[in-house]
């Protein structure tokens, strides 16, 4: 059985040799694929956003947690 890690790796390889084996495509992109690209950068920037406000107390309070224990660790 082949490691899951290893078969990854093998289907990116494969993936990138056929992607790149072709001098030419003939091919276009759509005019609207701009903007369907911008829109998903858009979404996910906000998405993380508002995935850190809905943390933000837990991500700041594992850094006080974690900035107290060194402070007191020294003063002893």
Do not use: C, N
């Not at 890690?5 to 494969?14: C, D, E, Q, R, S």
């Not at 790149?20 to 609207?32: M, N, V």
């Not at 690209?37 to 309070?61: D, E, N, P």
């Amino acid at each position: 059985m082949i490691h899951p890690v290893k078969f990854l790796w093998i289907g990116i390889i494969t993936l990138a040799l056929v992607v790149f084996s072709y001098d030419h495509a003939q091919a276009y992109i759509d005019p609207s694929t701009g903007s369907y690209i911008l829109q998903l950068l858009l979404a996910g920037i906000l998405g993380a956003l508002f995935t850190l406000k809905l943390y933000w107390r837990r991500i700041k309070a594992a850094f006080a947690q974690l900035f107290s224990k060194k402070q007191s660790s020294r003063e002893t």
